[in-house]
């Protein structure tokens, strides 16, 4: 992008500016929602908290319930933004969100299975993880076995049928599991949540998505030119199998981590990228931060709606989808601005 | 990073009030509580009744509001508890800042002590400071759960006494039971749903009351697979029940009409029976200590001729000991009138 050509100027804000206030703003919301929530507590009363100052209990609200709450929303925002950008560009379509090939559907399987057999809760989130890992896996054994020139539509229709079949196991085990105990559990992880979140449930996911991150930071140049089609990437000296199957292992395990650690939470992989678009174009070196850095706030912002809107948690796969899916209809009907 | 984890180190260590029990769960977990325990968070459905029958006054809310039916079957400030949601499984509905808003003395559930509970209840009882205690929810398991509760709760002479009910309870069925062979006990089917199509299997938490009372589960597969599951017509045709049980209105408003069900032995001889389910259901929904008032009047319905009791006297006996409710002449006679297939709705 940009190399040679001189005569391309964009009206853009420059990206060091745009990722320092968008990390300012991020830091702003952070330090906003950790004064936010159902047990009151006056800004004096948290910072004396946060000092280790204050209160038992409030020390308690702060340090083991908001802190890793706010935490992980950061965390899981970010991860599924930027593994969204990476799928879109590896796919070259807009309309391509993280559990494209079968993330969500394998990881709400091991977690299901895993509530199933009354597991703790850390073999839980193992079993999620797994379960998402093994079934993209899975799509891309069977999608290099199959011969089709176009390896990308073979990759989404294999990961379309993996989904469809990990769905089902998971159906069938939500008929068998106790209604009391495991069924709200197994409806709760499948709508994704933050509530209960603890620090050590973040702790093993945060390098996981930090690993997967360097390789997407890296290989910015060839998802770029992946992202003009196969033949042209050949052209330009692209191995388009290796990086193409580079893209998917990082992106996957990016989404899996976080998968397991929240439950399914979708759309914010599909809409975020859209928006990080619209401000510092396709350029996957520009759009990664920048989508990671939004896709961070939003949850942050949704996930904080979530917890103190009602006197109950609110799961945050409808949350995402009540606020994600009108905004995703008015971007559409702004036409395709935005991708190149 | 370190320094952050040293902290909530330190914060998970339990900052002792001067008096503190000891008390031993039904998981084996050793939990230190307070000498006074005036508040008590349920963790779900289940927990919420049996802390309801023990010590009303401690209860800080219900897990979900009770509906305008319910609310005459419990004694009169609970009934406005607050609506709390549930700490069950992993992201359950209740949100911890709240639960540490109440400052409950004490959290309790009751039902599962397998794995993924013990170490919820591990995990936010380091989160939040506040003690955990899991009682087993197993029916048999009822006047050991009893016993543990009203020790948490320092109503021990309470715990005792109604530990003492149900045990009396147990033990006049199974006197009954002594003489009557398994082959000859009623082949009971417990049908769940407008359709009635959803039972549960022999084993499951939902259907224990069955086996008690002295029925044999038609759903039996040997114990292949638990819990609730979804069967079809043709398979309630092999197993011809000869006693059906529900607490669906709708079910038991179609049965008698429908052709399909024409043909089943229970639905020949009349044999169905529909529960009530105020304040809560007599035979499950939830499985707590409400199963015990369906564990009486089914000893009626199936051992009419050797059980000794009044449904009459046994629901106002009941409510009164273990609901605080005296029982209005009007109040009771709907809840027979329900038990009898008319149901108030």
Same mark, same amino acid.
């Given at each position: 992008?940009?190399?040679?050509?001189? !005569?391309?100027?964009?009206?853009?804000?420059?990206?060091? !500016?745009?990722?320092?206030?968008?990390?300012?703003?991020?830091?702003?919301?952070?330090?906003?929602?950790?004064?936010?929530?159902?047990?009151?507590?006056?800004?004096?009363?948290?910072?004396?908290?946060?000092?280790?100052?204050?209160?038992?209990?409030?020390?308690?609200?702060?340090?083991?319930?908001?802190?890793?709450?706010?935490?992980?929303?950061?965390?899981?925002?970010?991860?599924?933004?930027?593994?969204?950008?990476?799928?879109?560009?590896?796919?070259?379509?807009?309309?391509?969100?993280?559990?494209?090939?079968?993330?969500?559907?394998?990881?709400?399987?091991?977690?299901?299975?895993?509530?199933?057999?009354?597991?703790?809760?850390?073999?839980?989130?193992?079993?999620?993880?797994?379960?998402?890992?093994?079934?993209?896996?899975?799509?891309?054994?069977?999608?290099?076995?199959?011969?089709?020139?176009?390896?990308?539509?073979?990759?989404?229709?294999?990961?379309?049928?993996?989904?469809?079949?990990?769905?089902?196991?998971?159906?069938?085990?939500?008929?068998?599991?106790?209604?009391?105990?495991?069924?709200?559990?197994?409806?709760?992880?499948?709508?994704?949540?933050?509530?209960?979140?603890?620090?050590?449930?973040?702790?093993?996911?945060?390098?996981?998505?930090?690993?997967?991150?360097?390789?997407?930071?890296?290989?910015?140049?060839?998802?770029?030119?992946?992202?003009?089609?196969?033949?042209?990437?050949?052209?330009?000296?692209?191995?388009?199998?290796?990086?193409?199957?580079?893209?998917?292992?990082?992106?996957?395990?990016?989404?899996?981590?976080?998968?397991?650690?929240?439950?399914?939470?979708?759309?914010?992989?599909?809409?975020?990228?859209?928006?990080?678009?619209?401000?510092?174009?396709?350029?996957?070196?520009?759009?990664?931060?920048?989508?990671?850095?939004?896709?961070?706030?939003?949850?942050?912002?949704?996930? !904080?709606?979530?917890?103190?809107?009602?006197?109950?948690?609110?799961?945050?796969?409808?949350?995402?989808?009540?606020?994600?899916?009108?905004?995703?209809?008015?971007?559409?009907?702004?036409?395709?601005?935005?991708?190149? | 990073?370190?320094?952050?984890?040293?902290?909530?180190?330190?914060?998970?260590?339990?900052?002792?009030?001067?008096?503190?029990?000891?008390?031993?769960?039904?998981? @084996?977990?050793?939990?230190?509580?307070?000498?006074?325990?005036?508040?008590?968070?349920?963790? @779900?459905?289940?927990?919420?009744?049996?802390?309801?029958?023990?010590?009303?006054?401690?209860?800080?809310?219900?897990?979900?509001?009770?509906?305008?039916?319910?609310?005459?079957?419990?004694?009169?400030?609970?009934?406005?508890?607050?609506?709390?949601?549930?700490? $069950?499984?992993?992201?359950?509905?209740?949100?911890?800042?709240?639960?540490?808003?109440?400052?409950?003395?004490?959290?309790?559930?009751?039902?599962?002590?397998?794995?993924?509970?013990?170490?919820?209840?591990?995990?936010?009882?380091?989160?939040?400071?506040?003690?955990?205690?899991?009682?087993?929810?197993?029916?048999?398991?009822?006047?050991?759960?009893?016993?543990?509760?009203?020790?948490?709760?320092?109503?021990?002479?309470?715990?005792?006494?109604?530990?003492?009910?149900?045990?009396?309870?147990?033990?006049?069925?199974?006197?009954?039971?002594?003489?009557?062979?398994?082959?000859?006990?009623?082949?009971?089917?417990?049908?769940?749903?407008?359709?009635?199509?959803?039972?549960?299997?022999?084993?499951?938490?939902?259907?224990?009351?069955?086996?008690?009372?002295?029925?044999?589960?038609?759903?039996?597969?040997?114990?292949? $697979?638990?819990?609730?599951?979804?069967?079809?017509?043709?398979?309630?045709?092999?197993?011809?029940?000869?006693?059906?049980?529900?607490?669906?209105?709708?079910?038991?408003?179609?049965?008698?009409?429908?052709?399909?069900?024409? @043909?089943?032995?229970?639905?020949?001889?009349?044999?169905?029976?529909?529960?009530?389910?105020?304040?809560?259901?007599?035979?499950?929904?939830?499985?707590?200590?409400?199963?015990?008032?369906?564990?009486?009047?089914?000893?009626?319905?199936?051992?009419?001729?050797?059980?000794?009791?009044?449904?009459?006297?046994?629901?106002?006996?009941?409510?009164?000991?273990?609901?605080?409710?005296?029982?209005?002449?009007?109040?009771?006679?709907?809840?027979?009138?329900?038990?009898?297939?008319?149901?108030?709705?």
């Amino acid at each position: 992008m940009g190399r040679g050509t001189t !005569t391309t100027v964009r009206l853009r804000p420059p990206v060091l !500016t745009l990722t320092g206030g968008l990390s300012f703003c991020l830091a702003a919301l952070a330090f906003a929602a950790v004064m936010i929530g159902p047990y009151s507590l006056s800004p004096a009363q948290t910072l004396a908290a946060l000092l280790g100052q204050g209160d038992r209990q409030a020390e308690i609200v702060i340090w083991n319930i908001r802190l890793p709450r706010v935490a992980a929303a950061l965390l899981v925002g970010a991860a599924l933004a930027a593994a969204g950008a990476s799928y879109q560009a590896l796919f070259r379509n807009p309309l391509v969100s993280p559990d494209i090939l079968g993330v969500s559907a394998g990881a709400g399987l091991g977690a299901v299975a895993g509530i199933f057999l009354s597991l703790p809760v850390a073999a839980i989130q193992a079993s999620a993880f797994v379960g998402g890992m093994v079934a993209v896996g899975f799509v891309t054994l069977v999608a290099s076995m199959v011969q089709n020139t176009d390896r990308t539509l073979t990759l989404v229709l294999i990961g379309v049928v993996i989904g469809a079949l990990a769905g089902a196991a998971t159906s069938l085990l939500k008929v068998m599991a106790d209604p009391y105990d495991q069924l709200p559990a197994i409806t709760f992880w499948l709508l994704g949540s933050l509530a209960a979140i603890t620090t050590e449930d973040i702790l093993p996911a945060l390098p996981i998505v930090l690993i997967g991150l360097v390789p997407l930071a890296l290989l910015r140049w060839r998802i770029n030119v992946l992202s003009l089609g196969d033949e042209e990437a050949r052209a330009l000296g692209v191995e388009v199998g290796r990086t193409r199957f580079l893209v998917i292992a990082a992106a996957t395990l990016i989404t899996t981590s976080v998968t397991a650690l929240a439950g399914v939470v979708g759309w914010v992989g599909l809409v975020i990228p859209h928006i990080a678009r619209m401000l510092v174009g396709p350029g996957f070196g520009r759009l990664l931060p920048v989508s990671a850095l939004i896709g961070a706030g939003y949850l942050l912002i949704v996930d !904080t709606l979530a917890r103190t809107i009602a006197q109950v948690e609110v799961p945050l796969g409808i949350l995402t989808a009540v606020i994600g899916a009108p905004f995703f209809v008015w971007l559409l009907a702004r036409g395709r601005q935005g991708w190149s | 990073m370190r320094l952050l984890l040293t902290f909530l180190a330190l914060l998970a260590l339990p900052i002792l009030p001067a008096e503190a029990r000891t008390i031993v769960d039904s998981a @084996g977990r050793t939990v230190e509580v307070p000498k006074d325990v005036n508040t008590v968070f349920a963790a @779900g459905p289940p927990a919420s009744i049996l802390v309801y029958i023990m010590k009303p006054e401690a209860l800080t809310g219900w897990p979900r509001a009770l509906r305008p039916e319910e609310r005459d079957y419990i004694a009169e400030p609970f009934r406005d508890l607050p609506e709390t949601g549930r700490i $069950t499984g992993r992201g359950g509905e209740a949100n911890l800042e709240r639960v540490l808003e109440i400052e409950p003395d004490l959290i309790i559930d009751f039902g599962s002590v397998r794995d993924t509970y013990v170490d919820l209840a591990n995990r936010v009882q380091e989160q939040t400071g506040i003690p955990y205690i899991l009682i087993d929810g197993r029916f048999e398991n009822t006047p050991e759960a009893l016993r543990i509760l009203g020790e948490a709760l320092g109503v021990p002479e309470r715990g005792e006494a109604l530990a003492v009910d149900v045990e009396a309870t147990f033990a006049r069925i199974e006197a009954i039971l002594q003489d009557v062979p398994e082959e000859e006990r009623n082949r009971v089917y417990l049908a769940r749903g407008p359709e009635g199509l959803e039972t549960g299997m022999k084993g499951s938490i939902n259907t224990e009351i069955i086996e008690r009372v002295g029925g044999r589960n038609v759903a039996d597969d040997g114990g292949a $697979t638990r819990g609730l599951v979804q069967t079809s017509m043709e398979q309630v045709i092999v197993v011809n029940p000869d006693t059906i049980v529900t607490w669906d209105p709708n079910f038991y408003g179609m049965v008698f009409d429908d052709p399909l069900w024409q @043909g089943i032995d229970a639905v020949q001889t009349g044999r169905v029976y529909l529960s009530p389910t105020a304040p809560f259901g007599w035979i499950d929904r939830p499985p707590s200590l409400n199963r015990m008032m369906g564990l009486i009047w089914m000893a009626g319905l199936l051992y009419p001729d050797k059980w000794q009791g009044d449904l009459r006297e046994d629901t106002r006996a009941f409510y009164k000991l273990y609901y605080h409710v005296d029982l209005t002449d009007d109040e009771l006679e709907r809840l027979l009138e329900w038990a009898e297939g008319r149901p108030p709705l």
